[in-house]
Antibody, heavy 122, light 108 residues
Framework: QVQLVQSGAEVKKPGASVRVSCKASGYTFVNNYMHWVRQAPGQGLEWMGIINPNDGGTTRYAQKFQGRVTLISDTSTSTVYMEVNSLRSDDTAVYFC??????????????WGQGTLVTVSS | EIVMTQSPATLSVSPGESATLSCRASQIVSGLVWYHQIPGQPPRVLTSGAPSRATGIPDRFSGSGSGTEFNFTISSLQSEDLGIYYCQHYSNWPPVYTFGQGTKLEIK
């Protein structure tokens, strides 16, 4: 079945970087854009960025994350990576990858990964 | 920047009753999506484009509205409907995917 499986929880110190992976299966990887969304503890959902795996990885980022977040796609392994640099305590959150369903007929984030908790603490 | 505002913040409804959630956009939007999230799980898409339900979503869930005012109605509420409901402005161009702050649905 269609699924996105993310890498495990991370604990990082302030100023460090973190890379979270999201491996897709059950569909043609290059046919759908991929988003990243984060959710701080007890808070709502915040869109971070989008990557097109099909064209060498064209990306767009929310202004808040521009310059500090990088999205990369690896078509050989059907995996998207999200890297956040210069981590701060307020980056502590669950990070989700989510497939864009528009090319599959649904203009929404139609498949979500299970989430990866990133904790930033000294 | 488009701001999505949901109301109420919390809604408590008895099983079998109906619940209506609201979402207001600060500007006219064309793409509006509703998600449901149970704590500890990722969100799940319910409807896209206001009235269109995602695959497998029962017809007791329905979205409506246009422009800046949108509603989401759950009829015959069941215990598994508890959680947080988010609206989202969805636009591929320009790429804007702003979420509302959520409405927490409690079952009495």
């Amino acid at each position: 079945q269609v699924q996105l499986v993310q890498s495990g929880a991370e604990v990082k110190k302030p100023g460090a970087s973190v890379r979270v992976s999201c491996k897709a299966s059950g569909y043609t990887f290059v046919n759908n854009y991929m988003h990243w969304v984060r959710q701080a503890p007890g808070q709502g959902l915040e869109w971070m960025g989008i990557i097109n795996p099909n064209d060498g990885g064209t990306t767009r980022y929310a202004q808040k994350f521009q310059g500090r977040v990088t999205l990369i796609s690896d078509t050989s392994t059907s995996t998207v990576y999200m890297e956040v640099n210069s981590l701060r305590s307020d980056d502590t959150a669950v990070y989700f990858c989510a497939r864009d369903g528009s090319s599959s007929g649904l203009a929404a984030f139609d498949i979500w990964g299970q989430g990866t908790l990133v904790t930033v603490s000294s | 920047e488009i701001v999505m505002t949901q109301s109420p913040a919390t809604l408590s409804v008895s099983p079998g009753e109906s619940a209506t959630l609201s979402c207001r956009a600060s500007q006219i939007v064309s793409g509006l999506v509703w998600y449901h999230q149970i704590p500890g799980q990722p969100p799940r898409v319910l409807t896209s484009g206001a009235p269109s339900r995602a695959t497998g979503i029962p017809d007791r869930f329905s979205g409506s509205g246009s422009g800046t005012e949108f509603n989401f109605t759950i009829s015959s509420l069941q215990s598994e409907d508890l959680g947080i409901y988010y609206c989202q402005h969805y636009s591929n161009w320009p790429p804007v995917y702003t979420f509302g702050q959520g409405t927490k649905l409690e079952i009495k």
